[in-house]
């Protein structure tokens, strides 16, 4: 039987064993110094999954001692063949344990095998891409004009240790995300996931050890945020810390940094428009908006959750939304049939009902969804219905503030000009997507919109080699692409004279 049969048929998990979960320091897995433990659940049924060791600023500390020992030891020394090989394999072992990572996923924070399963085109893109890169840093040689003779050139040189700071939404990709560069350049990482989803990290660490990465290089301390993520951030000896996860916490990290002017990437949230002209091939729109935004419960920094759509085709497409919306199967994510599973926590299902109750107080009209999911099997979960909200305008705070759940605050539009401003006026400028088959309309929106994504007939298309990132308060520093290795390099000139 497989790991999910198992789970389907009620059984356990083979990552959860029973015993409290630890966490990897210096190669070594070890209680929290602290000894506490804090537990993770399955947002689906509210089962308590494992207690797991919380950290706090004291491991914290040891494991950037660790990782710092790792950096000047001989991680240092180790040559790109030897990185890369470290990559290939990390990816062949998360190949073989797919499936039970995936199941990790979903237990522990809710999305619906249909999606974690398939994520693993992209897991192992990411590893197999962040190996190729290993081998592919290098600086340049640059003429100069000094009198003498002077030769100059530059080395790429690893930053150093990297606190890498994850959120919940996607664990097993988000720690590829961040593990795979700092390996790719030589870098050690100290990686805190977050506390409503630590068990996937807590594997990946796992595989590092099985693979062969050296004791330190990555380590992996769970905990929540205003403790072991807030002293990570702080940190004296951390060279760079490389943050996914609300504006709030990012701009905390940006002051925390100051203390050492420590480097800083963000990938914040988002409110991303989806524009949908009346010429758009409707039969791909309506599921590509919906899922642009149902997909993963709306859990999704770059959902693209606020819908224009020109006017003379709102209301039948908005309803057209609506209904496929409401055909999706709501559910436990383990089941097979599941397309929208439940929301990551009690607090997110406050935080999400809470929107629909001031949507409905703005004079926005729920066409689906709109309030919590109660019934057969679903009670103790944190299930929100796809929701579309009509008559949604710009000024509304569902029309301005990331939601993070299942949530289309859809607004008509009527001419372009008037459209590319509207969804310019918003703090964010993580994703956006474009409705169209006017092959014009698609360059001159491409250009205008201030989004670090513009997805034209698509909607958050992803690729280990395209840069990810985003504008305005969406963060800065990208994701995947040759920029993303970057991040985890310095830039050392040298001159040597030679006349
Ligand atoms: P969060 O930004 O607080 O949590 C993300 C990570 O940061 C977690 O590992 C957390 O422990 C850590 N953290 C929290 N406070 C910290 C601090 N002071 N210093 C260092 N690290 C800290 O997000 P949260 O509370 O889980 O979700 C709240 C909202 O944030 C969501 O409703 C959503 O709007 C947004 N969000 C956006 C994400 C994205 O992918 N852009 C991901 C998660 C949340
Ligand atoms: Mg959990």
Redesign the pocket.
Known sequence: MTVIQTLQQGGRHPFLDGKPKRMLIGGKWLEAASGKTFE????ATGEV?AQVAEGDKEDIDRAVAAARAAFTGPWSRATPYERQALLLKLAELVERDFEELTALDT???GAPLSRTRNNRARALGMLRYYAGQATSIHGETIPNSLPGEHVSFTLKEPVGVVGAIIP?NGPLTATIWKIGPALATGCTVVLKPAE????TPLRIAELCMEAGVPAGVVNVVPGYGETAGAALAAHPDVDKVAFTGSCGTGQAIVRASAGNLKRVSLELGGKSPDIVFADAHLESAVPGAAMAVFANSGQICSAGTRLFVEKRVYDEFVGRVAEFGKALKVGDGLRDETQVGPL??AQQLDRVTGYLAIGRQEGARPLSGGERLTGEGLDKGYFVPPTVFADVNDSMRIAQEEIFGPVISAIPFTDIEEVIARSNATTFGLGSGVWTRDVSKAHKLARAIRAGSVWVNCYQAMDPAVPFGGYKMSGYGRESGMQHVEEYLNVKAVWIRTG
Request: aromatic letters at 6%; hydrophobic letters at 55%; charged letters at 15%.
């Open positions: 993770t659940i399955n947002p999954l237990l522990d924070m919940w409503e989803a630590p068990l990551v926590s």
